[in-house]
């Protein structure tokens, strides 16, 4: 089915307590905002948590969304101010009430019989139109109480249109219904590899199946399903999420043994993406070793490695050896830690990778915690995990953002670059960073086009510039020191003549 954005109706149409938990503030974006908290009781103190590329600031508040279960969608402006939320039932605009015409969400009982917010993990996402700065586009589900495992029968969009209601936003077309069928839980997206437009996700209810929708400046297309060659069975599909380079996808699916139903058989299961053709490929299943339900899945921020969690236990993969020796490696064991009391344990639930580079997992339990993988790029026990290490000003549970990678760009050199004006291609120019890794402190060479110009740029892991340089055209050695920018691996890239060369950078201070 395709919906055409075309159409002219569309196109014209408190109190805070600050616990810092860093005093550094650096660059922040679409992905800047984590809300937190549910209604406990009349007038329960929430939260929410600011994260940007160096730090974590947690934020009490009083604010009328509540997230009693799993389902978030959240999005900033390019300067991290916050624009929306939704947790399945209602959309709130920046002062966190109800948006024009947001209400109403998902209608059906099961929506109904959830009013503080939906139990769908990933049930929500929201994407800015591509080509249109003032438009943005909610994908959402729903469970039905009708049909086998509560699977959602609806894949839905609404758009909002941030310049009504004096910069507040406005629903302007809401539950248009993109596709009908049985739907595991969950959505995912990632930037098209043309940079432009969006890959958007839903498995099946029985795990085996993928459904693809193609989100452009125009149209939004259900372009229809994948088989991916994975057992089936029915139960539940959990946090569908694609590696911040976009090139890799994961999901876990699990079904409760029959006897005793306590007990549950989970797997992790691993593909490679083409962002051009939207094709899954190369699938890798790998049993998860424990008897507890699992639903926690989260790319490192290196892309390379995948972790996923249990109840009681933190498994790490390492992509790289997929095909050599594809095994989970278990990092951390839950220290049954309780929040206020046993049997309230600080459990593994969902996981989300912050803009900071870090990945942090909610409790499942309603506590005042979440757990945090201080260095997921690192293997092994080194990654780092601390459990119950953030502490919260509310009680919380599950829900996490569901932010795809916003600043991914275009897949440079393949079949569908083919957006920009200037073509930009891959080439040498001799060039080399010494020494690398460094402490930011390091030295490049090159060699431009003659008598041509060029430009140095450098990119953290969301794709935002944390360092540029111009590069007259005769010089062949710069040196560069850069500012206080967090340890990981960076993109650096010279630009000359319409030409372009890509090298990591790995900064370890």
Known sequence: MI????????????????MLLSINVYSQGLNHNWLIGYNFSPGSTKGRILIDSTSITVLSEQRKMPFAKSTQATISDQNGSFLMSSNGVWIADATNDTMQNGSGLNPNSFTSSDPDGLSLPNGNIILPMPDDSNKYVLFHQTGNYSVPVL??????????????????????????????????????????????????????EYGDTINKILLTHDTIQYIGKQYLSVPAYLGFANQLNFSPDGEKFAYIHGTPYPNPPTQYITNMRYFEFDRCSGTFSNPVVVNIP????????????????????SVWNIYQFNTDSAYINPHLINVAVNDSFADPFPPVYATFDLAYLGANGKIYLTTGNTTHYIHAIENPDNIGMACNVQQHSVLLPCYHGQAVPNHPNYYLGRKIGSPCDSLTSVAEIEHDFKFKIFPNPNNGNFRIMYLLPQNKSGKLEIFDINGRVVYSQNLPPWSTLQSVSLPRVANG?????????????NKKLVVIR
Not at 3 to 18: A, D, E, G, P, V
Not at 181 to 201: I, M, P, Q
């Open 3 to 18: 919906y055409n954005f075309s159409y002219k109706s569309i196109r014209n149409s408190t109190m805070l307590f600050l």
């Open 151 to 204: 699977s959602s029968t609806e894949i839905y969009f609404s758009v909002i249109d941030i310049t009504k209601n004096g910069g507040l936003g406005k629903v302007i077309s809401k539950n248009n219904v993109i596709t009908t069928g049985l739907f595991g839980w969950g959505l995912s997206a990632c930037k098209h590899g043309n940079g432009r437009d969006w890959w958007v996700v839903a498995m099946n």
């Open 290 to 309: 424990d008897s507890t339900v699992a639903f926690a899945n989260a790319f490192s921020p290196n892309s390379k490695l995948l972790y996923v969690a």
């Open 489 to 501: 691996v960076y993109n650096c890239s010279i630009t000359s003549n319409n030409q372009r060369v």
